[in-house]
């Protein structure tokens, strides 16, 4: 009797084959370079990622080929990609003399570094429940250990464990709503449970409901929405920065991109304003309101720049969701033109940190409001990319920052939303305050007495930084190539509704 094998197009994951493969190559060197040379594993770590870049921008041709019904290549997968991919690769940039001068075990280091960023790709690709929770855990776990590497900050093991132990209960929150929507709809494949959910019209089943409010809480965690917010802080201030730089845009950014799968395709305008996603739509804009008020308001406190960064980060992500809640291509577009940019001016400013950080090989250096007073006098390049990505998270045109908030903003209000559209627009004014604080302490206080002279910047990090800064200008004056893409990208989502 012949077995038929199952045709396998493992083109449709041969960005992330490339990543794991580099993964593995990079673990086997670790194996052979002598201890003072680890930091050349940086090197075929980087090329690795802009590889996986190339090919998932070669890959978009508008055929949205599917392996196995489990993944998908289609363009809102291949856009997060680069996203993604962007973010590794700057936070590889980041981490060539960090990683080093702090003791970190640099081979482990890259490898999970590269493990996270390939889960999190497939986290975009994924079209199936079970796909979508075992690519979740892939980065999870490799983010838990990368935020606890750091064995000789006790921050760092603290952090890792409180991220761990609250991921793993949300983890349990989203996989008990994935089972409520098997229960219901017999299947686990995202377009079968879209085709029930449409078939079943209105009302629909109270437990369908309540699964999605269930995974919207899994969801909720991995992407710092209040209140699962909890482990945010610490875990930032915690971690290593470059590990920070890292999760900080690609765990929010495949957080969003499987969240929006599942709430704007599986649950969407497909059922009508009538349906289930009528009901959560509420839900979702209240969501938004919350976040980007909670973390604002609490980053006005902070004198802990990664702290600050952190509340910063759960903000954003409000106004990310402002454009989910939107609900249409417009606002999917509009989320995933943020993303894009976020990747740079966040990465760029924890990569600032980095940089100050160098002058002294002390714990908590470059953390502090303090540390930057006189940045200007010491290092006028880094002031003015600092003071650059500052600018642009405020919302200040004509940066990246500015035109991202506008496009969220303008879908919200095409929505109907346009209360929840002020609010983001009140919300990134209170935002300028902790913003502008960082730039008045560069340019116009005096450095400490007992500041250490300024250390040169590493070139790679130097060249991290200045992409960087000229990627959030370059987006704000040209951002039409991106927001094509964007455009191309939510209509492989959800059709041109």
Known sequence: MEIATPSLNLLVIAPEIVVLVTALLVMLADLALPRGQKARLAWPSLVGVLAAAGLSYYLWDGSDPALQNMLVADGYALFLNMVILTGAALAIL????????????????????????????????????????LALEIPSLALYILVGLNRAEPRSA???????????????FLLYGMALVYGQAGTTALAGVRDHVISLGTPVPVLLTVALGLMIVGFGFKVALVPFHMWTPDAYEGAPTSVTAFMSVGAKVAGFAALGRV???????ATSQAGLYGRWVWVLAILAAVTMTVGNLAALRQTNLKRMLAYSSIAHAGYVLVGLAAGTSAGTSAVLFYLFTYAFMNAGAFAVLIAVGRSENTPGKGETLDDLAGLAARKPGLAAAMALFMLSLAGVPPLAGFLAKLYVFGAAVQADLTWLAVLGVVNSVISAYYYLRVVVTMYMREPRPDEAAAAPVCPAL????????LATVLLGLWPTPLLELARQAATALLGGS
């Open 94 to 133: 980041f981490s060539v003399d960090y990683a080093e001068r702090i003791g970190l075990a640099q081979g482990e280091y890259y490898t999970l570094l590269l493990l996270s960023t390939a889960g999190m790709m497939l986290m975009a690709a994924a079209i199936n429940l079970i796909t979508v929770f």
């Open 158 to 172: 603290e952090a890792a464990l409180k991220y761990f132990l609250l991921g793993a209960f949300a983890s349990g």
């Open 263 to 269: 709430v704007l395709y599986t649950f969407g305008d």
């Open 462 to 469: 130097g060249v991290g930084v200045g992409l960087a800064a």
